[in-house]
């Protein structure tokens, strides 16, 4: 008896509710940590009270680091400062980081959910210097191909506007990249609902289904289309000025100098894996026409006379697209009714 009555007091005990007497504080708990102590001062580690500024690779290290941040704020805010530091300071500044070390950090953010982010991301890329990102120009395509078939429409409209950035500033590398002439169009194909091969449908419908405010993305597609393809189907400069300087005895002269490419047999492509005739490359223009004619030439030519029948600006820029093509198909057929005669 003893001992199961001692049990129920225990028990009791647990639930039983203290009766404060006045003037005495609330019983601290048992796991209650003593906080009374007094402190003359706090020691942070690595304190610096130095009034210098960092250094310009030290910020742009620490600004670098940041664009993985999960803070979309911080990551607008770092690319902001990195394409601010890159217009306003010398190159002496920024050398220690070249394209090789930027662009991997930023490319991805092409594909960031802030319409911030993305829009200091293009302005930061159009800071850079051509020669910084000319040898980048497939990693470029690659963000950008995602992007273009990005299911987010804001995704898909940066996609393009980075892409218009690169064919102003590095066009010949990005047509003549590897997959950056027929795998490209065929994204172009897709953004349009442009079926490529024997089964073709009626891309009018596919303009059909843009509402009002979605017409001015159809129009930027079809506009960043006929640069793409303008870009593409027309001769390097250096090629048309060294056929106007040719003098007799000298004939086609640049075609026996040194190529100013940084891997000018990257074509071979004697060390890379295989590729298949969509992410080929097409170093030259008179290849990139012969595969347009094979592979998507049918197929953009309907696509735009279909978009021409509705009228209006998207007719006007389909109109100047299918001409391009056209053109382009007229000069193959006859280039290629000369060879055959001349053999």
Not at 180 to 203: C, D, H, R
Request: proline share 4%.
């Amino acid at each position: 008896m003893g001992s199961s009555s001692r049990k129920r007091n225990e028990k009791k005990r647990d639930f039983a509710k203290p009766k404060l007497k006045v003037g005495k504080s609330r019983p601290k708990a048992s796991n209650t940590t003593d906080t009374s102590f007094k402190s003359k001062g706090i020691t942070l580690k690595a304190q610096s009270i130095s009034t210098l500024e960092p250094p310009i690779t030290s910020q742009f290290q620490h600004h670098i680091s940041l664009l993985g941040s999960r803070s979309e704020t911080q990551r607008r805010d770092s690319l902001s400062y990195i394409s601010s530091a890159i217009s306003n300071r010398p190159a002496r500044h920024i050398q220690q980081f070249p394209g090789g070390v930027l662009l991997p950090k930023i490319l991805p953010l092409a594909l960031d959910g802030s319409d911030g982010v993305r829009g200091q991301l293009v302005r930061l890329l159009r800071a850079l210097e051509p020669e910084d990102v000319e040898a980048y120009a497939e990693k470029i395509l690659l963000y950008v191909r995602a992007g273009m078939t990005h299911l987010a429409a804001g995704i898909r409209d940066s996609a393009l506007d980075i892409l218009s950035w690169a064919l102003d500033c590095i066009g010949p590398s990005l047509v003549s990249c590897p997959g950056g002439w027929i795998k490209t169009l065929k994204y172009f194909a897709v953004m349009m609902g442009w079926p490529f091969g024997e089964s073709q449908q009626n891309a009018a419908q596919m303009a059909k289904n843009y509402s009002h405010g979605e017409s001015k993305a159809l129009i930027k597609v079809l506009t960043n289309l006929n640069g793409y393809l303008r870009r593409g189907l027309r001769a390097n400069e250096c090629y048309e000025t060294g056929r106007q300087q040719d003098t007799f005895p000298l004939t086609a002269e640049e075609s026996y100098n040194i190529s100013k490419r940084s891997n000018a047999f990257a074509y071979l492509n004697l060390f890379g894996s295989r590729r298949d005739e969509d992410g080929d490359m097409y170093t030259e223009w008179e290849d990139r026409r012969q595969a347009l004619h094979v592979h998507l030439a049918g197929s953009l030519v309907r696509g735009f006379r279909d978009l021409k029948k509705g009228g209006g600006e998207t007719g006007r820029i389909a109109s100047t697209g299918e001409q391009i093509v056209t053109d382009s198909m007229t000069d193959f057929e006859s280039l290629r009714a000369q060879n055959g005669a001349s053999v």
